[in-house]
């Protein structure tokens, strides 16, 4: 558990890199993967609207099951076993596609059963957070994770724009799969003390607790408002997680390298936003930092709306990179007051159901907005259907600036 060493101590240090290096490699792959649903399998925005869908299934389907059973184990060893599994599911990928049997339905199994992984690992990882650091530290910490996943949104589509141009996009997934080697291995020197796990599971045990966890959120914790929000927010970026690849790749016609370029500006964004966000934050107070941050992003939507209008070479890579930089600005500004607000008011026993029922909700949302979204955008078109997310941030900022949850500052 948490000792009174200053922080960043080295347990945080050797979490926050296992956390980057991963974090580089899921960029990679992101961008890898939509690019070989709209290049090599030669897909549709809806196509990549199932395979976005399909990512987030596993949260809606396990994903409160497993915050209670996350929260009844030690979180380390959970994070290292999910890592080699989520890099073995990985590598399945390219293997498939050298034996000339990769498909789009293959792809979605591959795909499903790397976001069940994944959602296991996340909930280890959250909740684990709260035991390396402080709770006057927490929000420092997550400030500095998200510095380092934002240098990784900037490094990740880059490098893999140039990946995917180089080696093709089922080869570029390989990166990935040896970073989340790279970060079991990192993980394991961690020297901390964890609760022992707790033998005495059931299945009605298991339902109370997950009903205990979904109360704590929706009924008295202070979290309510905030939840909401986000389920609002997540609606607006299943939208444009859908459209990005197919208004880049096929409308604005820019070329992997390019699609790189743009995402990296939006880990530029990220990266910045990660630096000021506790200054920001110390001058405008939790609430109103929040809402700030879901006005820059409504903007920026606007702004990738414009890119549409550019007619040379480079004007859509420089116009759409702005938006996206916008994007990862409010991105990297936001995340670290929302995830140390709710952290700080949540006990520790409570920590992986909280954090993995939101997450759940949150990527329900994804699941299934993204087909919707993907099928308006081929039958009404992009540029009106980047209109429509707009709109979804604005009515998410304004909903929260007329609540008294523009007035919370995180507690000490």
């Known amino acids: ?24 490699g899921t960029y990679i792959t992101m961008l890898a993967l939509q ?3 709209v290049l090599t399998l030669h897909g549709s925005a809806a196509q990549v609207g199932w395979l976005n869908s399909t990512r987030w299934l596993p949260y809606l389907v396990v994903g409160v099951v497993v915050g209670a059973l996350v929260d009844r184990h030690p979180r380390r060893p959970v994070m290292i076993t999910t890592d080699v599994v989520q890099a073995g599911l990985l590598a399945i990928i390219p293997l498939l596609w050298w034996i000339h049997l990769l498909s789009f339905p293959a792809l979605l199994v591959i795909v499903m059963a790397y976001g069940t992984a994944a959602v296991i690992n996340g909930a280890a990882a959250m909740s684990f ?15 500095r994770v998200d510095g380092a996943d934002a240098v990784a949104q900037s490094a990740g589509p880059a490098l893999g724009g140039l990946l995917v141009s180089a080696l093709g996009a089922p080869l570029a997934v390989l990166a990935d799969a040896a970073t989340y080697v790279i970060s079991a291995i990192t993980l394991s020197r961690i020297d901390v003390r964890e ?17 205990a966890g979904v109360r704590w959120i929706y009924r008295g914790s202070g979290l309510t408002t905030l939840a909401i929000a986000t389920h609002g927010w997540f609606l607006g970026n299943a939208v444009i997680g859908v459209v990005a690849a197919p208004y880049a790749l096929a409308t604005l ?26 200054r920001v934050g110390l001058l405008l107070g939790t609430g109103r930092t929040i809402i700030a941050c879901h006005l820059i992003t409504t903007a920026s ?52 159901r909280t954090n993995t029922t939101l997450r759940s909700l949150n990527r329900a949302v994804m699941v299934i907005a993204a087909p919707p979204a993907g099928l308006l955008a081929d039958n009404w ?8 997310a ?23």
């Open 1 to 24: 558990m948490v000792g009174d060493e200053e922080f960043p101590s080295r347990s945080f240090l050797l979490y926050w890199r296992a956390n980057a290096v991963s974090a580089v």
């Open 195 to 211: 609760p022992p796990p707790k033998t005495d599971t059931t299945a009605r045990k298991l339902v109370l607790e997950i009903r």
């Open 129 to 143: 957070l709260p035991r390396l650091v402080q709770r006057r530290h927490l929000q420092r910490a997550h400030a």
């Open 253 to 278: 016609n820019l070329t992997p390298f390019q699609f790189g370029l743009v995402g990296a500006l939006g880990g530029i964004g990220a990266a910045l936003g990660a630096a000021v966000t506790t």
């Open 381 to 388: 078109g992009i540029r009106p259907t980047l209109l429509v």
């Open 35 to 37: 690019t070989l649903v």
């Open 301 to 352: 939507v606007l702004v990738m709306f414009a890119a549409g209008g550019a007619s040379t070479t480079w004007t859509p890579v420089a116009v759409l990179g702005t938006g996206v930089g916008l994007y990862g600005l409010a991105m990297g500004m936001s995340n670290s007051h929302e995830m140390s607000f709710r952290q700080l008011l949540t006990p520790d026993e409570l920590q992986a």
């Open 390 to 412: 707009a709109a979804v941030f604005a009515a998410v900022a304004c909903g929260l600036a007329l609540t008294p949850f523009r007035s919370v500052r995180a507690p000490a």
